[in-house]
């Protein structure tokens, strides 16, 4: 296996399908922890993570901060205004900033793509990737791959497709990259204008017609819509867009009786996806955001703790000696 | 006004747009006095196992003065020029307040008087360089300006490119275009292709830059006025500007140094150093202008020389600004770089560009008895290793820190001065 990153910035830093599946591995072992009653190891105790949230955020912060606490980490919320980074606030001087407060790890959303890579380079802490701009988002993509792996017992061969804005979407370049690592197939579903303009080298097929991949697929993977899009030419109309790349009532039935849709959220009902859609059994969007929280411990786990793989999880001992180890 | 010593370069190899020969070239008050075999002079430079030419000449500097001297300024600026070779630069007018009126033409142009170099300056052709309404060009011109351009936007609107084309031609002036649709590159921040796509950053496709050389080439048709095109980026913009020339319209265009060494991959890191406007393209791109600075499409070699502090490049990459350094490497990467003979480069870096904005008089000037004494030195062999901090710029924004190239200015003579002697400049 190759060395591994000290830093999550994209899903390339794993190192391919080993390092995915060892934190497939881990989060297994947060699941277990996160199922208990007092659901806490003193696995990251000591160390201090820092939050750099550029741009607003509610779920993936609270999963990150539920993660942290549950490791028995410090947090601290470096509070970043919008209107400090229109006043041309150099990341230097704030990463710099973070660095001389001796902090273990960063976790950055930034809306401006590259911003956490720029950040990995001028600090020794690790660096997580919360989301930068339309690049990637990794722990998102990690807690896909779990909860595809939690209901179809695996990615190997599966065949998903990730249908919509796709030239604007972190979620998408880090699904694309996770999934096809992991042996899926990936079809991308979306108006030509909603692609990204170049495709070269990327491992995806690509279709304009939803009704014809959905009976193919085990996985319909929707991303939200922006409204803004509009404004942009990019389409027509967010109803033209319902009708013709919506998972409507209708379309739903379209997939087989074990497909799955998901979606990284927060959705708009009634535009890609239909709220009678979002309730059935088969969206699996719950499932996600908890598995989320697991991902994110394994996370940092990987990067500030000892990084051992844990042994299989032994409920009878809430001290748990090889996350006391660490 | 007292003599100056005499000076004389000696022992190196002469080469100008007339061939190349051994000679020793001396220089008394500001021109040249003699060129031959084993002359003297008071004072001595050494050009053993150099080039001697004609100086420099940059078509397209930012001096950033007025309005953002913690970049640069027309001193430093002019600075650099001469460590490079430079013994002319034409000063771009996107400063601030832009260059866009006499008033702001004789500031510049007051700057440039005691610099190491001799600064002319461009002027806008729209006020405020905003493409709405024509700047007063008659008004510049009587002050010398003979090159008119919005650089670092190109005029937008069909009908004012237009009428700016055809009242420049009653003034004997060339429109250089900064060849760019606004709206095609739809805020884009690096060429759209492969790499804008896996990083996750907006581009701008080459198109946007080949639509306005499409049209500029209609409009030279339609007006018989000189359009100058400023850093050719594209295959599509170098295949036009070969078709243009060859069917004779008034047509000059530019490379710089970075559009011939650098392809988008640089931008995998997100360093801001490799933002610049036109992007960075493909490495087909820069073959296709290697080509066409090897078959004189692109007859000229400009530096874009962009000076931005560290503070600006340190932001992300969609939020800093686009350019970087270039007077003291240009001469290097093309020699370094380009595969042609010594003779062509020193054409696209001299005659070519002074000709081209009407320096041809003074600058790019044949090395013979009586010619202003605008000079250069270079040691076509001497390696080193680019640094920014090294670099006379108050900007340190290179994107070929750290790497070696070959070709090095020993000497700068401007007007008889040697301002740089040795590789180290003299004031």
Redesign the interface.
């Known amino acids: 296996m190759t060395e591994r990153s000290r830093h999550l910035l994209d899903i390339e830093d794993l190192g391919g399908r080993d390092g995915i599946e060892q934190v497939m591995r881990l989060t297994d072992s947060f699941v277990e922890v996160s199922a208990r009653q007092i659901p806490k190891v003193p696995a990251l105790r000591g160390k201090t993570i820092a939050w750099l949230f550029y741009e607003d955020s509610t779920r993936t912060r609270l999963s990150f901060e539920t993660a942290a606490k549950r490791l028995s980490a410090d947090t601290m919320n470096f509070s970043v205004s919008s209107s400090s980074v229109k006043k041309g606030e150099s990341l230097l001087d704030t990463a710099k900033t973070i660095e001389a407060m001796g902090i273990d790890g960063i976790v950055v959303r930034h809306a401006s793509a590259g911003a956490p890579h720029r950040i990995a380079g001028w600090v020794d802490a690790s660096v997580v990737n919360a989301g930068d701009g339309w690049h990637q988002h990794p722990t998102q993509a990690l807690l896909d791959c779990y909860t595809i792996r939690e209901h179809l017992g695996g990615l190997e061969g599966r065949r998903i497709a990730i249908v919509g804005d796709i030239k604007h979407s972190r979620v998408a370049r880090s699904d694309i990259s996770a999934f096809t690592a992991m042996g899926a197939e990936v079809v991308l579903v979306a108006p030509p204008t909603l692609l990204p303009p170049n495709l070269d080298g990327w491992p995806v097929t690509v279709s304009h017609d939803l009704d014809a991949v959905l009976p193919t697929v085990d996985v319909a993977y929707l991303l939200r819509m922006q409204r803004e899009r509009m404004t942009e030419a990019l389409l027509p109309s967010l109803r033209e867009y319902t009708a013709t790349y919506g998972l409507t009532c209708r379309r739903v039935d379209l997939l087989r009786d074990d497909a799955l849709v998901m979606h990284p959220g927060p959705m708009n009902r009634g535009v890609e996806i239909a709220a009678e859609v979002a309730d059935l059994p088969r969206s699996v969007i719950l499932d996600q955001v908890r598995n989320g929280v697991a991902v994110r411990m394994a996370v940092l786990y990987l990067l500030l703790g000892s990084g051992a793989e844990l042994p299989p999880p032994a409920p009878a001992d809430p001290t748990d000696q090889e996350l006391v180890r660490a | 006004m007292p003599d100056s010593p005499s000076l004389v370069l000696k022992g190196g190899r002469i080469v100008d747009e007339s061939g190349e020969r051994d000679g020793d070239v001396v220089v008394v008050d500001g021109r040249i006095a003699a060129v031959g075999a084993d002359l003297s002079a008071d004072r001595v430079l050494d050009a053993s196992g150099c080039i001697v030419a004609p100086g420099l000449v940059d078509v397209h500097t930012h001096l950033r003065e007025p309005g953002k001297e913690e970049a640069e300024t027309v001193e430093t600026g002019a600075r650099g020029a001469a460590l490079g070779g430079y013994t002319a630069i034409l000063a771009m007018p996107n400063t601030t307040p832009p260059i866009d009126s006499a008033a702001v033409v004789q500031q510049v142009l007051e700057l440039g008087r005691t610099a190491p170099c001799d600064v002319h300056t461009s002027g806008a052709i729209t006020v405020g360089r905003a493409g709405e309404k024509l700047a007063p060009m008659a008004e510049m011109a009587a002050l010398g300006v003979r090159v008119f351009t919005d650089d670092g936007a190109g005029v937008q609107s069909n009908l004012l490119m237009r009428r700016a084309m055809e009242y420049a031609r009653g003034l004997d002036v060339v429109l250089a275009q900064h060849c760019e649709d606004d709206a095609l590159c739809?805020g884009g921040h690096m060429h759209?292709?492969?790499w804008?796509?896996?990083?996750?950053?907006?581009?701008q496709?080459a198109e946007a830059e080949e639509l306005m050389v499409m049209r500029d080439i209609a409009l030279a048709r339609l007006t018989g006025c000189r359009i100058h095109f400023q850093h050719m980026s594209t295959a599509g913009s170098v295949a036009m500007i070969r078709a243009a020339v060859a069917s004779g319209l008034p047509v000059t265009a530019e490379a710089t140094p970075h559009h011939f060494t650098l392809t988008h991959a640089e931008c995998a890191?997100?360093?801001p150093v490799f933002k610049v406007n036109p992007p960075l393209r493909t490495a087909e791109d820069v073959e296709a202008v290697k080509g066409a600075l090897a078959d004189g499409t692109i007859g000229i070699i400009a530096t874009d020389h962009a000076p931005h502090t560290a503070?600006?490049k340190?932001?992300?990459?969609?939020?800093a600004p686009p350019g970087m350094l270039g007077l003291e490497t240009a001469l290097a990467l093309a020699l370094t770089e380009l595969d042609l003979p010594i003779q062509q480069v020193l054409a696209a870096l001299s005659w070519n560009p002074a000709r081209a904005v009407g320096l041809g008089h003074l600058h790019g000037r044949p090395i013979a008895e009586g010619e202003p004494a605008n000079l250069c030195v270079i040691d076509p062999e001497a390696t080193w290793t680019v640094s920014g901090r090294a670099m006379a710029s108050r900007s340190t924004n290179t994107p070929y820190e750290g790497r070696e190239v070959r070709g090095r200015v020993r000497h700068t003579v401007l007007f008889g001065e040697p301002v740089v002697i040795g590789g180290e400049a003299q004031r």
């Open positions: 739809g759209e292709g492969e804008s796509a896996r990083l996750g950053i907006a581009g496709p890191g997100y360093d503070e600006t340190e932001l992300p990459f969609d939020q």
